[in-house]
């Protein structure tokens, strides 16, 4: 498993466990409001978790672009400077 897949999984549990639901439902293109029923205080959490996990910062600006797990993926990996 390379880095960047597993980045991807610890994502899948860290939003799967915020949008309260089992990681084997949470598909990378599901959109968390519309399939999971997540709200902006939810949507808010999982961008706190990430930054503090994985110690970056993503602009709050691009909170509604992270709609699923691929884009919040591909945020992560825009704003992580270690690669």
């Known amino acids: 498993m390379t880095q960047t897949d597993n980045r991807l999984e610890d994502l899948r549990k860290m939003v799967a466990e915020v949008l309260e639901v089992d990681t084997e439902e949470l598909t ?48 992560l990996l825009r704003h992580d400077r270690r690669g």
């Open 28 to 75: 990378d293109t599901g959109h968390f409001v519309e399939d999971y029923e997540a709200d902006s205080l939810r949507a808010i959490e999982i961008l706190a978790r990430i930054e503090k996990h994985f110690k970056v910062e993503i602009p709050q600006h691009e909170l509604p672009e992270l709609t699923n797990l691929k884009e919040v993926h591909e945020a």
